[in-house]
């Protein structure tokens, strides 16, 4: 994917969250084994053409069982694909039990957007995702004001090191503000990064960062031999 470099490039994001119901654990093996392979097949053919990161999440919060993480810069794309998810093999067999959409802008001059999403989002195995609504006071703050809150925040969270987080604006597009990914390779980092975060003084103008979903990066196949 090519794009003109004279502006940023709008990249939508989906965070799918989905559970399998027990109906599916009613089948007989071989109808299991058939209905995960096509789901795979049809996941794999859409994979070169879109941003796609899977997570195994049964066990770590009741409403759900695997997170799909897709990003594209065509909305409508993005929205085709996932409406694909319920369409074959075991994806019949998924209920969507949360989802949230945000957008984020690629650096100008950026001109292979796929590669760009490749190499900046899902490269860590544990994953923090939540909704973030501020708080009317935050929008009437100064720009110099709120840059001064997030100077000491990224500061933060600077000193934990290979913890990643990105923030995908929401404004239009779906209820909360916007989506927070946090990543990390150690999960007692992202607990304690975290935990840091939340005595900053900027969180005294968030007015929601509920629910939170801890998910853990797997391969497709790992996770619906899991599930099954």
Not at 199 to 211: A, C, E, H
């Amino acid at each position: 994917m090519t794009q003109n470099n004279e502006s940023d490039v709008n990249i939508y994001s989906s965070f799918l969250f989905l559970k399998l119901k027990t109906d599916f654990r009613l089948l007989v093996s071989n109808e299991k084994i058939a209905a995960k392979q096509e789901f795979e097949n049809l996941i794999g053919s859409c994979q070169e053409k879109i941003f796609l990161r899977t997570y195994f999440m049964t066990g770590l919060k009741k409403s759900c069982d695997i997170l799909f993480w897709r990003m594209s810069e065509d909305l409508q794309f993005l929205q085709e694909i996932c409406s694909r998810t319920f369409s074959m093999g075991i994806g019949k067999y998924f209920e969507q039990t949360d989802s949230y959409i945000g957008m984020y802008k690629a650096p100008a001059g950026t001109k292979d957007i796929f590669s760009f999403m490749q190499g900046n989002f899902g490269i860590y195995k544990y994953l923090l995702v939540h909704p973030l609504i501020k708080s009317q006071i935050w929008y009437e703050m100064t720009h110099m004001e709120r840059e001064s809150l997030i100077n000491e925040r990224a500061k933060v969270l600077s000193a934990y090191g290979d913890i990643k987080e990105n923030f995908f604006h929401s404004y239009g597009i779906d209820d909360q503000d916007m989506v927070v990914t946090r990543e990390s390779k150690s999960l007692e980092k992202l607990v304690e990064a975290t935990k840091e975060l939340k005595k900053q003084r900027i969180k005294n103008y968030t007015l929601s960062d509920r629910p939170v979903y801890l998910a853990i990066g797997r391969d497709l196949r790992d996770i619906l031999d899991g599930l099954s």
